[in-house]
């Protein structure tokens, strides 16, 4: 009887725990990929273009107002009409990119 009383308190106390280490791992994730080149905030479409590229897969316009998304192999860059309002570097990229590299032999 003792022991299922004690598996709901333990579980309990592990998923309480799991919010505040999510938050941890994301705010690493941030931080690693601060650095990492993608477009920026009020860049056009053509800057973008220009700078990166034809994109690898090019989704809407969609909604009103209209938000387009452009999928590069590192990031992906969401524009609002013609203009950049977020990019975001793909976790798997972000990996690679800020991997500290193996120590020689």
Same mark, same amino acid.
């Given at each position: 009887?003792?022991?299922?009383?004690?598996?709901?308190?333990?579980?309990?106390? %592990?998923?309480?725990?799991?919010? /505040?280490?999510?938050?941890?791992?994301?705010?690493?994730?941030?931080?690693?990929?601060?650095?990492?080149?993608?477009?920026?905030?009020?860049?056009?479409?053509?800057? %973008?273009? /220009?700078?990166?590229? =034809?994109?690898?897969?090019?989704? @809407?316009?969609? @909604?009103?107002?209209?938000?387009?998304?452009?999928?590069?192999?590192? &990031?992906? %860059?969401? &524009?609002?009409?013609?203009?950049?309002?977020?990019?975001?570097?793909?976790?798997?990229? /972000? =990996?690679?990119?800020?991997?500290?590299?193996?120590?020689?032999?």
């Amino acid at each position: 009887m003792k022991t299922q009383c004690l598996i709901p308190l333990l579980l309990a106390g %592990v998923l309480s725990a799991m919010p /505040a280490l999510a938050d941890e791992l994301l705010i690493e994730h941030v931080e690693k990929t601060a650095d990492i080149a993608r477009p920026q905030l009020g860049q056009s479409m053509d800057q %973008v273009r /220009a700078q990166w590229g =034809e994109p690898e897969k090019m989704d @809407g316009p969609v @909604g009103e107002p209209p938000i387009t998304r452009w999928e590069y192999e590192v &990031f992906t %860059v969401y &524009f609002e009409g013609d203009k950049v309002i977020h990019s975001v570097v793909k976790q798997q990229a /972000a =990996e690679i990119l800020t991997a500290e590299p193996e120590p020689a032999p």
